[in-house]
């Protein structure tokens, strides 16, 4: 197989290192030697020709061949079976409605994150229980979320005070992913991805774009529903966040959810409350001025802003209410998370492939 990437030479591992650094190909953290075998090795599992396009990454709008995936892929430590889920996570950031231009490049800093869900999760070993979202030394769930940082960074030079402008930035942004509970390890709803539309057996990779990530602690001892429900609902409308119009995803430990299932609410029903209960009053949300009216997630597109009575959805349809359930068991007081997004919306894609 004919690479033509540029070859660079290093003594040892350690003058691999300090070029790594000097060149700037790297987030922060070290990353491993993408040596010839490693990368054809990537390549070749994936069975596509090395120089095929699979899309132009912004802001800096470098070229993503399979070759230059796989590269970083190398570096951030994946094995070769982790290339379909990489790429198919770049080609949902690639979508329009993700607007990965804003999310590289905007101040507030957002990150990508990746839900990986159906059959996969168990076929490759994704951590889905204790510390869902730090993978906890589970190789998948660490180096695929490192690899889409890389690709962000070094083809598509979403780097800080460069073409990414963000101010303060996002933990997120070395690796940012997560995988769903399989239905037959505590998972008492019906599957991420089927609810965005796929089949059971898919498996399946969505892309949230995210600006806020909270966890959600209601006071320790006895919760009732009404308790529970009352601190998700204050903790995803607070206003030092209340983007009307972004979408919005809530994250349950299977204790959580198994709690709501068997009291008869499932998933669809929750989230239907979660939405109609979602709300501040004009008046509160006037004070907080805001962004430009312009703006597409701006509170007067959505509330008549000379009622001060009229209620400010912040969640304005259940498509815009994600719900998914991970992580380890444990008591009501650290149940859930919520997480807002920023700019563009979630994408969901079906990863065509067998691992057979």
Same mark, same amino acid.
């Given at each position: 197989?004919?690479?033509?990437?540029?070859?660079?030479?290093?003594?040892?591992?350690?003058?691999?290192?300090?070029?790594?650094?000097?060149?700037?190909?790297?987030?922060?953290?070290?990353?491993?030697?993408?040596?010839?075998?490693?990368?054809?090795?990537?390549?070749?599992?994936?069975?596509?020709?090395?120089?095929?396009?699979?899309?132009?990454?912004?802001?800096?709008?470098?070229?993503?061949?399979?070759?230059?995936?796989?590269?970083?892929?190398?570096?951030?430590?994946?094995?070769?079976?982790?290339?379909?889920?990489?790429?198919?996570?770049?080609?949902?950031?690639?979508?329009?409605?993700?607007?990965?231009?804003?999310?590289?490049?905007?101040?507030?800093?957002?990150?990508?994150?990746?839900?990986?869900?159906?059959?996969?999760?168990?076929?490759?070993?994704?951590?889905?229980?204790?510390?869902?979202?730090?993978?906890?030394?589970?190789?998948?769930?660490?180096?695929?979320?490192?690899?889409?940082?890389?690709?962000?960074?070094?083809?598509?030079?979403?780097?800080?005070?460069?073409?990414?402008?963000?101010?303060?930035?996002h933990p997120g942004r070395y690796a940012?992913?997560?995988?769903?509970?399989?239905?037959?390890?505590?998972?008492?709803?019906?599957?991420?991805?089927?609810?965005?539309?796929?089949?059971?057996?898919?498996?399946?990779?969505?892309?949230?774009?995210?600006?806020?990530?909270?966890?959600?602690?209601?006071?320790?001892?006895?919760?009732?529903?009404?308790?529970?429900?009352?601190?998700?609902?204050?903790?995803?409308?607070?206003?030092?966040?209340?983007r009307a119009a972004s979408q919005k995803?809530? =994250?349950?430990? +299977?204790?959580?959810?198994? $709690? @709501?299932?068997?009291? &008869? #609410?499932?998933? *669809?029903?929750?989230?239907?409350?979660?939405?109609?209960?979602?709300?501040?009053?004009?008046?509160?949300?006037?004070?907080?001025?805001?962004?430009?009216?312009?703006?597409?997630?701006?509170?007067?597109?959505?509330?008549?802003?000379?009622?001060?009575?009229?209620?400010?959805?912040? =969640?304005?349809? +259940?498509?815009?209410?994600? $719900? @998914?359930?991970?992580? &380890? #068991?444990?008591? *009501?007081?650290?149940?859930?998370?919520?997480?807002?997004?920023?700019?563009?919306?979630?994408?969901?894609?079906?990863?065509?492939?067998?691992?057979?």
């Amino acid at each position: 197989m004919q690479l033509t990437s540029k070859i660079y030479e290093a003594a040892d591992m350690s003058e691999f290192v300090e070029m790594v650094y000097e060149r700037g190909w790297t987030d922060g953290l070290p990353v491993f030697p993408p040596t010839d075998d490693k990368v054809v090795a990537m390549i070749d599992y994936f069975g596509r020709g090395p120089d095929e396009v699979i899309g132009v990454v912004p802001p800096g709008e470098g070229i993503a061949t399979v070759e230059k995936i796989a590269i970083n892929a190398v570096m951030a430590g994946c094995k070769p079976e982790y290339m379909p889920i990489i790429i198919t996570a770049l080609q949902a950031m690639l979508d329009p409605a993700f607007e990965l231009l804003r999310v590289q490049a905007t101040t507030a800093g957002p990150a990508p994150l990746a839900i990986v869900s159906g059959p996969v999760v168990k076929k490759l070993g994704f951590n889905y229980g204790s510390g869902a979202f730090t993978g906890t030394g589970h190789r998948p769930n660490s180096t695929i979320g490192r690899a889409i940082r890389l690709i962000l960074w070094n083809i598509g030079y979403g780097r800080p005070g460069q073409l990414s402008q963000a101010t303060m930035g996002h933990p997120g942004r070395y690796a940012y992913l997560i995988a769903e509970r399989p239905p037959d390890d505590g998972n008492p709803w019906e599957e991420f991805h089927v609810t965005n539309g796929l089949k059971s057996e898919d498996s399946a990779v969505s892309m949230f774009p995210v600006v806020t990530h909270d966890q959600i602690t209601p006071a320790i001892g006895t919760q009732t529903f009404e308790n529970s429900v009352y601190v998700m609902v204050d903790s995803i409308c607070h206003l030092g966040n209340f983007r009307a119009a972004s979408q919005k995803l809530l =994250v349950l430990n +299977p204790q959580g959810a198994g $709690i @709501l299932n068997d009291a &008869g #609410w499932t998933k *669809a029903k929750f989230r239907d409350l979660l939405v109609e209960r979602c709300a501040r009053p004009v008046r509160d949300v006037k004070r907080t001025g805001g962004l430009s009216t312009t703006y597409k997630t701006h509170w007067t597109k959505v509330a008549d802003a000379n009622d001060d009575d009229a209620m400010v959805p912040a =969640v304005v349809g +259940p498509r815009d209410l994600h $719900i @998914l359930v991970s992580g &380890g #068991w444990g008591s *009501a007081s650290s149940q859930s998370i919520w997480i807002n997004s920023v700019h563009g919306e979630m994408v969901t894609r079906t990863i065509d492939w067998s691992w057979e």
